[in-house]
């Protein structure tokens, strides 16, 4: 696997094609080509998973050999609501919460269209309630999360804030997909360089959305689109995205508008990569590289410095 993540490449454009068919794939399906996801991640080695009940939520502990224990990475995985797991994006956290030397509770949320929203930022808020709960302090947990959950990760933090809730530490969206409205130029610039939601037959994110949100949803709604959100009293940011793929202009557009409303926001774009190439650690050069980046810029920010 090169840099650019050759495996992710090969992989995103079998889901881009079963999608593409008429009639598409089932839901099922979907889920089945979701569960490979992770297949192009290598073993990090040195970390034991533990299933847990976090709030009522199907979690898993990551466990670092080298990691402090009360410093805590709350993971929130992609799939576009409809598919991915904890399993899914087991290896890739762990390589996350190896760098940072911390653990991670990667959340089991809930997935649509058996439950809309708001039922997976609710799994996202409790599991961040229950980490407080067991004692470990807001200011020792950092956020983060790939595509759907890049999004989840901002607002969950924006719920803790309107619940008045002590908000975290620091907060890592990962190729976020914010906008779930779908506007912003690069949906149509970068159509033909991201394998997974572009090419010849891109894929309907809308109808993703319109499941997410069932017929009456509105994708403006500031409780499922943080553009559209007050973002005064986020905790700082750094978001990774490439400069290739569609959602990239998401990314853009929410780090100017938290800027703007006072926060700390570091936006990191990565050339030639695909959607969550995070995916490619152990095995890609460009998703080690931005890993040990999330790495250097959150550990200052847990206190492990």
């Known amino acids: 696997m090169t840099g650019k993540t050759d495996w992710l490449i090969e ?14 794939i089932s839901l099922e399906e979907s889920r089945d080509l979701n569960d490979h996801w992770g297949d192009a991640t290598t073993e990090p080695g040195g970390v034991d998973y533990v299933e847990v009940d976090a709030g009522g939520v199907p979690a898993m502990w ?3 050999k080298a990691s402090v224990e009360d410093r805590v990475l709350l993971c929130l995985h992609g799939g576009g609501f409809i598919g991915g797991s904890m399993y899914t994006h087991r290896k890739m956290f ?42 470990v302090k807001a200011e020792h947990i950092a956020i983060t999360g790939d595509s759907a959950g890049g999004g989840l990760t901002v607002l969950t ?37 991201d394998a997974i ?37 986020l905790p700082p940011l750094y978001i990774q995205a490439s400069s290739t793929e569609m959602v990239v202009d998401d990314s853009y557009r929410l780090a100017e508008l938290a800027e703007k409303q006072g926060a700390e926001v570091k936006l990191e774009t ?12 152990g095995r890609a050069p460009a998703a080690d590289e931005a890993i040990k980046k999330l790495a250097e810029w ?8």
């Open 157 to 193: 933090a924006l719920h803790a804030r309107d619940n008045e809730l002590p908000v975290p530490a620091a907060l890592m969206p990962l190729s976020p997909w914010f906008d779930i409205e779908n506007g912003g130029e690069t949906r149509t610039t970068n159509l033909m360089t």
């Open 11 to 24: 992989h995103y454009r079998q889901v881009n094609a079963a999608f593409a068919q008429n009639p598409p």
């Open 298 to 305: 959150v550990r200052p920010k847990l206190g492990l410095a």
């Open 270 to 281: 990565f050339e030639g990569q695909q959607h969550t190439w995070h995916m490619g650690a």
């Open 94 to 135: 762990a390589h996350i919460a190896k760098a940072v030397g911390a653990r991670a509770l990667i959340v089991d949320y809930r997935l649509t269209p058996e439950h809309q929203h708001p039922a997976q930022i609710n799994d996202a808020n409790a599991a961040y309630r229950w980490l407080l709960d067991q004692g």
């Open 197 to 233: 939601f572009g090419g010849e037959t891109p894929m309907n994110l809308g109808f993703l959305v319109q499941i997410l949100l069932g017929e009456h949803g509105d994708p403006k709604d500031p409780s499922i689109n943080p553009l559209y959100a007050d973002l005064t009293g």
């Open 62 to 64: 990551v466990t670092p």
